[in-house]
C-alpha cells in the first residue's frame, strides 16, 4: 500500500521541486523557455505508478525530448500523485503553477460539460475506435481547444484508459441486482455517478490515490477501473471479485499550459508534439500487452474473473444518453464519433 502527499504537501512540492525560476508559484518565465545554454525543467503531473503504460510513454517521451534539443528541455514526470490529486493538478496547470498533468476526461468535464461526450459509457467501443477518434484534429480541435482561453488550458491529445470493470470486495456482481446497496467508488463527476445509479449501486466519488484504503477499511465495496490500475493500484489485494461489465472505454487527456505552448519557438513546439504522437503510439501499443499481464498477475493472486449479464446492463445504461447529451454540440459530437466506429465491436 502507498500513500501519497496531502495537497498542502503537493504544492509545497511544486514550490520546492520548481527549478529554473519557478522560486515562486509563478511557475517558469515564459519569455526565457527553450533558450540555448540552460534547461527549462518542465513538470508534468501523473497519478499513476511507474510500472503504468502511462509513465513508461511518457519518461520515453521525456527522454527523447531532451536528447533531440540537447538538453534545452526537460520534462520531469511526477507520478503517484506526489504534486496532488487529477482534480488539484489540473488547477496547478491553469494557475501556472506546474505545466503539464495527464487527467481523466471526468477531470475536464468540470471544467467544460461537452467532455462528457467522450466520458459517456455508450460513446467508444473500442480502444482503435477511440485512439483514431483522438487523432482526428479537426473532429477534436473545437473541444481540445476550449479551455485555452478561459483556463489556459491545452488539450493536445489523450491515453486510453481501455475497458473499464467493475469490481467487488466480498460478493461478485453478476447483475445490477447484485450492486444493490453496494458503495462503488466513481471518479468525481456527475455523469459517472449517475452511470453506477443506474447500474445498480449506490456511487461515491473519491481521488484514485485514497481508492485502495477505503475498500481494505469497508468504507466503499468495490470500484470500476482497467485491468491495469487494478493491479498497478493493488485493488486486486482488497477486491478479488472482478466482473467484466465493460461499461465504458475511458479516455485520459495531456494537458499544458496554453501559453507555455504558444512561448515555444515553432521547431520546438513541433518536435515536442511529434514526440507526443509517438507516446501515444507507443501507450496504446504497451495497453494491450499490459492488460494481458496485468489479467494474469490478477488470476495467479486469486482474483475470480466473473462473467457477467452483459445485456442487462446495457439496458441499464441505455438513459445515460438522454440524460446527458444535452446541446447540439453534444449530440453532433456524439454522432460524429459514433459514425467513426467502423468495426462496432467491443475491445
Ligand atoms: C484510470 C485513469 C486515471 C484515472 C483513474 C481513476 O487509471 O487512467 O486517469 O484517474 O482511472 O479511476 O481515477
Redesign the pocket.
Known sequence: MRTRAPAVIGLLAVASLGLGSCADLGGLDLSAVGDEGKTTYIKLAL??AETHP?YIALNNLSERFEEETDGRWKIEVFPNEQLGS?QEVLQFVKSGAIEMA???GTQLENMNKDFQVLNMPTTFTSIDHQMSVIRDQDLMEPLFQSLADSDNISVIGG?T?GTRNLYTSDTPVVTPADLAGKKIRV?ESAMHIRMIQLMGGSATPL??GEVYTAMQSGVLDGAE??E??YVTQNHFEVAPFHSDTAHLV?L?YMVMREDLLQAMDDADRELFLKEWDRAMTEHTELWTTETDAAIERAKAAGTEFVQVDRDAFDAALAPIRDEFLTNDFQRNLYDAVRAADTEGAAS
Do not use: A, E, R, T
Open positions: 497519478n499513476q502511462s487529477q495527464i487527467v481523466s491515453f484508459q471518479q481521488s484514485y477501473n482497467n491495469v490500475s475511458g485520459d
